[in-house]
């Protein structure tokens, strides 16, 4: 291997720190990688799903304390096990993700339950048509991505 970075060819490969190391390999398991990183699975479109559930999460919890601290439902309490419900289906479909396609499944259930609280707190419709696009356009460049992979690996 050659010292100059201009003269390195394009078949090798950038040597990495031990820590660079290690959170690329913590990434990829994340995402449901195997070792040696050939996977014919939709593993890109999963590892975006995680991201989008994750971030919902924490909005799914947000919106149920502002129907509870609005006492927009009788009891006020119900906002909280809206909450709840939410979030333990975001967890749920963040578990799923890793097993195949129940996870995304769980996913689009999550956000139509998202979309649903807009009857009790109009303004969730905003946030819940926000995730639902970012889900969506997750949901179709993930399988792009994985589709060329796949294309890539076989070509390989």
């Known amino acids: 291997m050659s010292a100059d970075p201009a003269q390195r060819s394009d078949d090798e490969e950038l040597p990495l720190?031990?820590?660079?190391?290690?959170?690329?390999?913590?990434?990829?398991?994340?995402?449901?990688?195997?070792?040696?990183?050939?996977?014919?699975?939709?593993?890109?479109?999963?590892?975006?799903?995680?991201?989008?559930l994750g971030f919902e999460l924490i909005v799914v919890v947000l919106i149920g304390l502002s129907i509870f601290g609005l006492a927009l439902l009788e009891p006020r309490e119900l906002g909280l096990w809206?909450?709840?419900?939410?979030?333990?289906?975001?967890?749920l479909g963040l578990g799923f993700m890793r097993m195949g396609r129940i996870g995304i499944a769980i996913g689009w259930l999550v956000h139509l339950l998202m979309l649903a609280t807009a009857i009790i707190m109009p303004m969730a419709l905003v946030v819940g048509v926000i995730f639902t696009a970012l889900w969506v356009y997750c949901m179709v460049k993930g399988a792009q991505i994985d589709r060329q992979r796949a294309a890539w690996l076989a070509a390989q």
Do not use: F, K, Y
């Open 17 to 52: 720190s031990p820590s660079e190391t290690l959170a690329h390999n913590s990434a990829m398991r994340v995402a449901g990688a195997t070792r040696d990183g050939r996977d014919p699975e939709a593993r890109t479109q999963r590892a975006l799903a995680s991201i989008v």
């Open 82 to 91: 809206i909450a709840g419900g939410l979030a333990l289906a975001c967890l």
